[in-house]
């Protein structure tokens, strides 16, 4: 059974850098093409998707906010960590992290999510 | 502005069917599966359709999916109140270096 569970800050002040962890079970980031990936969804608002990290420590970022992201992972732990640099009020979301399936290339499983505001 | 477009809203009765559309482009939907996703109030959002048609199991056969060039549809039938939610197209971009594109999503509503 895969399950997966984001934790990090509620509350973040604008300017700060928000670390986000994902904690996973039911499956290894060292199986071949596996991934785990991070997207949000501002409040009343549609998903983006964040970034990936795959298996193999491949990496990808959406265009809009590659600057500002980075996306590790520790196969010992089972977690993926995403960084957001430069926090801004337009940041208030709640983020989600999800499995990517190896074989059919989609996200099958995701965490139940986790609300991050940014306020001063 | 999201990079798939989907309509804002669908409705329709009990009983009835209902598609949704998604219109994208060749760097998306024209060369790349696509999956739908099912997002109920309040809830993480939950894999409906992957690879353009197929049905994870547990997902029952009224929810489908088909893709013509770079659109694609998801069609409900038998709809019942429990499937008033948000949903989500979804793909790759290989535009630039590939990355995940979602719909603006689409609300629908059982009247």
């Known amino acids: 059974q895969i399950t997966l569970k984001e934790s990090g800050p509620t509350l973040v002040k604008p300017t700060q850098t928000l670390t986000l962890t994902c904690t996973f079970s039911g499956f290894s980031l060292s199986t071949s093409g596996v991934g785990v990936g991070w997207i949000r969804q501002p409040p009343g608002k549609a998903l983006e998707w964040l970034a990936l990290i795959y298996w193999n420590d491949d990496k990808r970022y959406s265009p809009s906010l590659k600057s500002r992201l980075t996306i590790t992972k520790d196969t010992s732990k089972n977690q993926v960590v995403l960084t957001m640099t430069n926090m801004d009020p337009v940041d208030t979301a709640t983020y989600y992290c999800a499995h990517r399936h190896g074989g059919s290339s989609t996200f099958d499983y995701w965490g139940q999510g986790t609300l991050v505001t940014v306020s001063s | 502005q999201s990079v798939l477009t989907q309509p804002p809203s669908v409705s329709a009765a009990p009983g009835q069917k209902v598609t949704i559309s998604c219109s994208g482009s060749s760097s998306n939907i024209g060369n790349n599966y696509v999956s739908w996703y099912q997002q109920l109030p309040g809830t993480a959002p939950k894999l409906l359709i992957y690879?353009?048609?197929k049905r994870p199991s547990g997902i029952p056969d009224r929810f489908s999916g088909s893709k013509s060039g770079t659109s694609a549809t998801l069609g409900i039938t038998g709809l019942q109140t429990g499937d008033e939610a948000d949903y989500y197209c979804?793909?790759?971009?290989?535009?630039?270096?590939?990355?995940?594109?979602f719909g603006g999503g689409t609300k629908l509503t059982v009247l």
């Open positions: 979804g793909t790759w971009d290989s535009s630039l270096s590939a990355y995940w594109v």
């Open positions: 690879e353009n048609n």
